[in-house]
C-alpha cells in the first residue's frame, strides 16, 4: 500500500493492551499441556506470556521435541484459548472502548500488531464487535521476528499506508515499546502493574489519557507521564 503521507495511525498491542486474556491463556495453556502429561506453574506461564509459542515450548517440552510435536501442542493451545473467547468472552481493558472509537470517528486509521496468531486476533475483534474499527492485522504468522524487533510494527503501518513517523504504537511491555522505538515510532505505554516502560508517554490506565495525548505525542508536543 502506498504510504499517505497526511493519514495517521494507531498500533495496538493486543494482549495486555487491549485485553485483560491472561487468566484464558493460562488456562488453555494448563490444559492443553496437561494433556502432554506435562504439569506447568503459573509462574513458568507467566515467564514466558507474551513469547512466540515455539519459545516456550521448547523449554517445557525439552531438547527432543520436534519442530512437528512443538507446533501440534501451539495449535491445540489456540484452538482451547479461542474457544474459551467464544464461550466465556473476553473483556477490553478500561478505557480502551472508548479510545478504539473516538480515534475511529477522528479519523486515525488503526492496526493490530501482535505477535498472536491471526485466527486469535479476529476472534478477539469479533468478541469486542470491533472488527469495523481495525484497518489492518498484522499477526506473529506475518513476521520473522518477534518484538523487541520492529518487523511488526514497520508492517503494520505499511497495511493501513501509514509512514511510521505518522504512527503511535500502544504497547504494554518493554519488548513491544523497545520494537516501536527500532521503528522509529513514538509509542504510549501502559504499565498497569508499575513495570517500567521507556515509552514516550506512560499511563497506569488508557482512561488517564488527556483527550489530545494522541494529537500531541505526533506532533512532537510534550506530554508528561501520568500515574
Keep these: 500500500m502506498t504510504a499517505n503521507l497526511a493519514a495517521r495511525a494507531v498500533l495496538w498491542d493486543l494482549d495486555g493492551t487491549l485485553i485483560d486474556s491472561e487468566e484464558l491463556h493460562w488456562t488453555s495453556w494448563r490444559e492443553t499441556m496437561a494433556q502432554e502429561g506435562i504439569a506447568i506453574t503459573h509462574d513458568q506461564f507467566l515467564a514466558r506470556f507474551g513469547q512466540r509459542n515455539e519459545v516456550g515450548l521448547s523449554k517445557w517440552l525439552g531438547e527432543g521435541a520436534t519442530p512437528e510435536h512443538v507446533q501440534k501442542i501451539a495449535s491445540a493451545k489456540e484452538q482451547r484459548y479461542r474457544e474459551l473467547i467464544r464461550s466465556k468472552g473476553i473483556s477490553p481493558l478500561p478505557g480502551v472502548v472508548a479510545w478504539v472509537h473516538r480515534l475511529h470517528d477522528e479519523g486515525w486509521l488503526q492496526a493490530v500488531a501482535s505477535s498472536a496468531p491471526c485466527e486469535n486476533i479476529n476472534a478477539v475483534l469479533e468478541a469486542l464487535n470491533a ?11 506475518d513476521v520473522r ?9 514497520l508492517k503494520a503501518a505499511a497495511s493501513v499506508g ?3 513517523e505518522r504512527c503511535i504504537v ?6 513491544g515499546v523497545e520494537g516501536a522505538r527500532r ?3 513514538r509509542s504510549i505505554g501502559v504499565s498497569h502493574h508499575g513495570i517500567h516502560l521507556s515509552a514516550d508517554l506512560v499511563v497506569t490506565s488508557l482512561e488517564l489519557l488527556e483527550a489530545d495525548a494522541f494529537e500531541k505525542l505526533l506532533t512532537n508536543v510534550h506530554v508528561a507521564a501520568i500515574s
Design 131 to 141: 472488527t469495523k474499527v481495525f484497518q489492518g492485522i498484522v499477526s506473529g504468522d
Design 183 to 185: 521503528a522509529g515510532i
Design 170 to 175: 500502544v504497547e504494554d511491555a518493554a519488548a
Design 145 to 153: 521476528c518477534g518484538k523487541p524487533d520492529p518487523e511488526v510494527y
Design 162 to 164: 501509514v509512514p511510521p
